[in-house]
């Protein structure tokens, strides 16, 4: 007996014919069964699971080569005494390199691919981890991945796969990690200040009058955020007096006018800064710089700014690569935003670099009847030399090459996921742009190793 339905009655309803049996001869299909069930025993290590040309490995070969004793200064677990075992920071160092070569930049996600993910299980080799190693390991080992940049650099140049005659500049605006309604004017940061200030304080009077409201483990986790979100607004405060003296040190030299009480900053990110992005919006971001070579497509220089304009960005970079190589290179690829003239003097001025880049309005001095590459009465000789240079044949094709390193460069970045940080301070989103440095070169130079030998 069927059942009948519940829509017989409706007449505006349809009636629904039966589907149609499968037309399948001789009888019912017969279908391999899925059984999750059932216990399996598998004698395969992890090293037998993980392909022979899988990335982890040539993570892990790179990890090895490194030098890592100014990571093992700071462990106190020594043979022959109590106390836990330390983690190997080799291991902690491959598995950032990894997940940034997969997009990966959150250690909580880290943490859990760890326990999913073959690749980072095989690098892990049976050892635990947790995020917050992790994230420590980021934050507090900046100047360590700093001097990797600068130690695989040489490398590729004692090995003469690289030189650093000339090299190509450009910058790119990554979302920082705070809202843009988390910038507050002063009246408003003081008045967060107070409030940030009397939470602390009922939290540490909580701790003695109810130990029963919550775990002292809760009341101590409740107390580190109050007191880490006061110190955030102070520094707000900090960077906002920052901001003020930069704008009226711009406003004497360039007339730029502004409005003392329109200043804002970010109670979430202070550091963070409001910035025209790609897609024509205005974000928090930071302006993360990387110098290219040309030939080669290697990473050299990586420096992070909260600046929204690549003006000024051109002689820190020069003098950081002089710092780290001990010389300075001779040619710079620019795009327009960093040919202000002050930049391309002091180049010149102070390591003879030759700047590469367009001049201003070129086109539109051009159709007015003047020579935009002519010097003027007040350019310095620097300044003269580039504005010639740039109306050259040689120097519009040498230029040319700016776009197929420093943005190729920049666009590898993009693909491993550089649209967002995650973590939040200028000094936290340079080590996440030196391990994406490190990450491209560190794939680059398996290629070019192996053009070498052909």
Same mark, same amino acid.
């Given at each position: ?5 519940? *829509? ?84 902690? &160092?491959?598995?950032?390199?990894? %997940?940034?070569?997969? /997009? ?30 992790? %994230? ?11 001097? @990797? ?14 030189? &650093? ?14 809202? %843009? ?20 304080? %009922? ?54 006018? *502004? ?33 290219? $070579? ?13 600046? /929204?304009?690549?003006?000024?960005? @051109? ?24 040919? $202000? ?14 700047? *590469? ?15 935009? *590459? ?43 996921? &550089? ?36």
């Amino acid at each position: 007996m069927t059942t009948p339905s519940l *829509f017989a009655d409706d007449p505006t309803i349809p009636e629904i014919a039966p589907a149609p049996k499968p037309a399948v001869s001789g009888g019912t299909p017969r279908l391999r069964p899925v059984e999750r069930c059932q216990g399996q025993i598998r004698w395969a290590s992890l090293d037998e699971l993980l392909p022979p040309d899988h990335c982890a490995r040539i993570v892990w070969s790179y990890v090895e080569a490194v030098d890592i004793a100014p990571l093992l200064e700071p462990i106190k677990a020594v043979a022959g005494q109590a106390g836990r075992d330390a983690n190997d920071p080799r291991v902690l &160092l491959a598995l950032w390199l990894y %997940a940034t070569s997969e /997009g990966v930049g959150s250690a909580r996600e880290l943490d859990r691919l760890c326990i999913e993910h073959l690749g980072y299980q095989w690098l892990c080799g049976g050892m635990s981890m947790n995020y917050h190693s992790l %994230a420590d390991f980021r934050k507090d080992h900046v100047e360590y991945l700093d001097q @990797l940049l600068t130690d695989g650099v040489a490398t590729l140049l004692h090995e003469e796969l690289i030189d &650093l005659k000339r090299v190509a500049q450009d910058g790119m605006r990554v979302r920082a990690s705070a809202g %843009a309604s988390s910038f507050r004017r002063e009246p408003t940061l003081q008045k967060c200040l107070e409030e940030a200030q009397q939470q602390v304080d %009922a939290l540490r009077s909580q701790v003695d009058e109810d130990a029963g409201a919550a775990s002292r483990r809760q009341q101590k986790a409740r107390q580190r955020a109050a007191e880490e979100r006061r110190e955030r607004v102070q520094q707000a405060l900090a960077e906002r007096q920052k901001l003020l003296d930069l704008r009226e040190q711009q406003q004497k030299e360039k007339g730029r006018k *502004f409005d003392p009480a329109e200043l804002r900053t970010s109670t979430t990110d202070p550091e963070a800064r409001k910035m025209k992005m790609p897609d024509g919006g205005t974000r928090p971001a930071y302006n993360v710089q990387f110098a290219t $070579t040309p030939e080669s497509g290697i990473i050299v220089g990586v420096d992070v700014t909260n600046s /929204g304009g690549d003006g000024g960005q @051109l002689a820190p970079m020069v003098d950081q690569l002089k710092e780290r190589y001990g010389e300075a290179p001779e040619e710079a690829l620019v795009d327009g935003g960093y040919t $202000t003239l002050d930049d391309i003097e002091s180049v010149y001025e102070n390591d003879k670099v030759k700047v *590469f880049g367009p001049v201003k309005d070129a086109e539109k001095k051009k159709a007015a009847g003047a020579d935009p *590459f002519q010097p003027r009465k007040n350019d310095g000789p620097g300044v003269s030399a580039w504005r010639q240079r740039m109306g050259t044949d040689e120097g519009r094709v040498t230029y040319k090459l700016r776009a197929q390193t420093a943005e190729w460069a920049n666009a590898g970045a993009r693909n491993r996921g &550089l649209y967002q940080v995650l973590v939040r301070g200028q000094q936290k989103v340079l080590a996440v742009a030196l391990l994406h440095a490190l990450v491209h070169n560190m794939l680059r130079a398996v290629v070019l190793r192996q053009q070498n030998k052909k």
